[in-house]
Antibody, heavy 122, light 107 residues
């Protein structure tokens, strides 16, 4: 069974740091681009960052560029998100999601982990 | 960034109703649109990818259509387990962007 399990969320003060992890199982992790997507309380979905299988291609949303770093350890089947200089507006549930690419290069997110809550508050 | 605009933002419907949700992109995105279902306290779940392809295990009452800028998700006969929030998403360009969501609740 393909599974993603996030961890590392919690309460942090503005300006603080936090590292999220996502443990993957049930598929060849190193061959997939992985993503972080977040959802603020009561709000919609916002893509945060992506990293290709070999870590060659890394992208960030403008809202987190320069503050968040995405990384992966294919030997451990794990995805990470190092978050620094956190702001109140970063408060959200953070999901990791696998990107699946179709035969004509469309792509989609499947599956998603259960999410981990990050709360930024003094 | 490509803006995805869903309508309506919410709707009330009864079991057995046909429900249609619309998603409009700010530019043409060919067939690069996906639909997700999210129930309260749960992660989003993929329903349809590449406009009209049904994800494995998703009931056939769900269907998708459209091209270019306009897309629709249709539920042919609403079931109790379908009450949820639905999101469209474009995969044409980075950043990947989502619609604001359509909440379907019980009439």
């Amino acid at each position: 069974e393909v599974q993603l399990v996030e961890s590392g969320g919690g309460l942090v003060k503005p300006g603080g740091s936090l590292r999220l992890s996502c443990a993957a199982s049930g598929f060849n992790f190193s061959t997939y681009t992985m993503n972080w997507v977040r959802q603020a309380p009561g709000k919609g979905l916002e893509w945060v960052s992506s990293i290709s299988g070999s870590s060659t291609y890394i992208k960030y949303a403008d809202s987190v560029k320069g503050r968040f770093i995405i990384s992966r350890d294919n030997a451990k089947n794990s995805l990470y998100l190092q978050m620094t200089r956190l702001r109140a507006e970063d408060t959200a549930v953070y999901y990791c999601a696998r990107m699946v690419v179709g035969p004509t290069s469309e792509d989609w997110f499947d599956p998603w982990g259960q999410g981990t809550l990050v709360s930024v508050s003094s | 960034d490509i803006q995805m605009t869903q309508s309506p933002s919410s709707l009330s419907a009864s079991v057995g109703d046909r429900v249609t949700i619309t998603c409009r992109a700010s530019q043409s995105i060919s067939s690069y649109v996906n639909w997700y279902q999210q129930k309260p306290g749960q992660a989003p779940k993929l329903l349809i990818y590449a406009v009209s392809s049904l994800q494995s295990g998703v009931p056939s009452r769900f269907s998708g259509s459209g091209s270019g800028k306009g897309f629709t998700l249709t539920i042919s006969s609403l079931q109790p387990e379908d009450f949820a929030t639905y999101y469209c998403q474009q995969s044409y360009k980075t950043p990947r962007t989502f619609g604001q969501g359509t909440k379907v609740d019980i009439k």
